[in-house]
Each structure stands twice: as structure tokens, then as C-alpha cells.
């Protein structure tokens, strides 16, 4: 094994049992590999992979030779009890995705549950995100966001999904296939409203990264124009500023309460004390920073 195991809230902990990794590799670039998922990689003695092809050319370029076994969306109920049973014999695994952190849109789910379950100890090698990665260059609100993943196929069900989004206050964001891309953004405009505020994020961190901000409909307009239909897309959508969450309407309440006696910034300061929301959450509520 590779080091001390950890206590587990889960139950007795064999000490031949092996490790779960949930590791992070890049979503692009290559040098985003961190030395520890390097080092981790290098040392297991199996990745479970879910494109086996894709993650054999990253251990290549690092030099990691481990048995390398398939797990995707289709074998993931078969697969997980085989691993489970590698980790209980002692054997440390390393789950990986595609790209980025693993569970992300993308299986592993059953496998980590069932290892917690069974006293295996699960850590995490974080790693670069996607969704992150686009969220903190989206030009939007990140105080606050929900992660949507991936919209549905079918154009009924997309616009009913997205229909219940329309009063979501806080910050969305979706993967996106560049072949749906554009009925995506479509439903989006039909949904949610022509002028509501979009980033569009494409090619994180490889040679073409490419950020694209506007309306959702300016966007939707240069489709296959200046913005290429190739690569990968996240898209990052504002949230619906004309009907925030009951808790927004608190922290403006309390704030007109208390700046007429102690002045913007002190009652910033208080309105963040007494409801727990952050400083720039009260600041962009209260439009101070407009």
C-alpha cells in the first residue's frame, strides 16, 4: 500500500486492504498534472480507466506502468465488484476519468459508494476541473453556482429541464457536446431569455482556449461564425437576477435596516455577520460594486 491508511467513519478497516484513489488529471494540458497524482500513478497497481486508451497515453508520458482496466458508464456494475474485490485483497486502485476530476458527469459513483461501504479507504488526488476552470473566468458571479453537467439529448425534455432553471438565482453551468451545441444554446435563448448573460469556454487549457462572453443569443449568432464549432465547450449562464432566493431578499432587507445608522461598508459588514452570507454576496446584492 502506499501509505498509513486513514480512520473510517465506515466501519473496521482491514489493514491488507488497499486504497481508493479518485485522482484528477488534466482537461488538457498535460503540465497539469500534479507532481502527487504523478508520484500516485507511477506507484498503484491498478487505474481504472475510463477511456483505456486516452489514460494509456498519459501514464506512457510519465512512465506509470500499471494494469490498466476499463470502467465507463456501460460495465460500471460489473466493474465495481472486481475492484472491490482487488482493494479488499490489498491491491491500491486509481480511478480516473476522461479528463479532469473523476464523478464529474462521468461514472464512479457506484464504485466509491460501494468501497465506503465496505470499510475501503476512498481519498481524493484533486486535479483540474473543467467546470471550475470555466467558472473562474466566466466574468459571472461565483459566490454562488450550481453545477448542471450535461443537458438532456432529447429537445422535450431539455426545455422542460431548462423551463425549471428560468428563476435560478444563482450562476448555472453546463457541459455541452459540440455536435448539440448549438440546439443547446437554442433552448437556452427559448428558456431563458435572449439577454440573459452567458460565457461560452472552449478548449480549456489547450493550445485553441478560446472565451467567449455575451448575451446567450449574441453567442447563439456566432456559432460556426467566430466562435468554430470544434473542441469542447462549458458553458456558463448568469443566474436569473430579477428573482433571487428567499435568503437574498433577507441580506437586502437587513442591509436597508442597518446602513441608514451605520453607513455602507459597517453595514456590510454587520448584514454579513447576522444572515452568514459572504461580503461580496452582500456586495453584489446590494449593488454597491455597480
Excluded at 185 to 195: D, I, K, P, W
Excluded at 196 to 205: G, K, P, V, Y
Excluded at 222 to 246: K, M, N, T, Y
Aim: proline share 5%; with cysteine.
Amino acid at each position: 500500500m502506499l501509505d498509513e491508511p486513514q480512520a473510517s467513519m465506515t466501519g473496521a478497516l482491514s489493514k491488507s486492504s488497499g486504497t481508493l484513489y479518485v485522482v484528477g488529471t488534466p482537461i488538457g494540458n498535460l503540465e497539469d498534472l500534479s507532481p502527487r497524482a504523478r508520484e500516485l500513478l507511477c506507484a498503484v497497481e491498478i487505474v481504472a480507466a475510463e477511456d483505456t486508451r486516452r489514460t494509456r497515453g498519459l501514464l506512457s508520458s510519465i512512465g506509470a506502468q500499471p494494469t490498466v482496466i476499463a470502467y465507463h458508464e456501460h460495465n460500471e456494475d460489473l466493474r465495481a465488484p472486481q475492484l472491490l474485490q482487488r482493494l479488499r485483497a490489498g491491491a491500491d486502485v486509481a480511478l480516473v476519468s476522461d479528463a479532469g476530476m473523476p464523478l464529474v458527469s462521468d461514472p464512479g459513483w457506484t464504485l466509491v459508494s460501494a468501497a465506503l461501504a465496505d470499510g475501503i479507504v476512498v481519498r481524493s488526488v484533486p486535479g483540474p476541473s473543467a467546470a471550475f476552470a470555466a467558472l473562474g473566468i466566466s466574468g459571472l458571479p461565483t459566490d454562488r453556482f450550481v453545477f448542471e453537467g450535461f443537458l438532456p439529448r432529447r429537445a422535450r425534455q431539455r426545455a422542460e429541464h431548462l423551463r425549471r432553471l428560468r428563476g435560478e438565482s444563482r450562476t448555472m453551468v453546463f457541459f455541452e457536446s459540440v455536435h448539440r451545441l448549438e440546439d443547446a444554446m437554442s433552448a437556452l435563448v427559448a428558456e431563458l431569455g435572449a439577454e440573459r448573460r452567458a460565457t461560452l469556454a472552449r478548449e480549456l487549457t489547450k493550445l485553441h482556449e478560446s472565451i467567449y462572453a455575451g448575451t446567450l443569443e449574441s453567442l447563439r449568432r456566432q456559432l460556426g461564425g467566430s466562435i468554430p464549432l470544434l473542441g469542447e465547450f462549458v458553458i456558463v449562464v448568469a443566474g436569473d437576477s430579477a428573482r433571487g432566493a428567499p435568503e437574498d431578499e433577507e441580506v437586502r432587507r437587513i442591509f436597508a435596516l442597518l446602513s441608514p445608522e451605520l453607513g455602507a461598508e459597517r453595514a456590510v459588514a454587520s448584514t454579513a455577520a447576522i444572515t452568514g452570507a459572504s461580503r461580496n454576496t452582500v456586495y453584489r446584492l446590494t449593488r454597491l460594486r455597480d
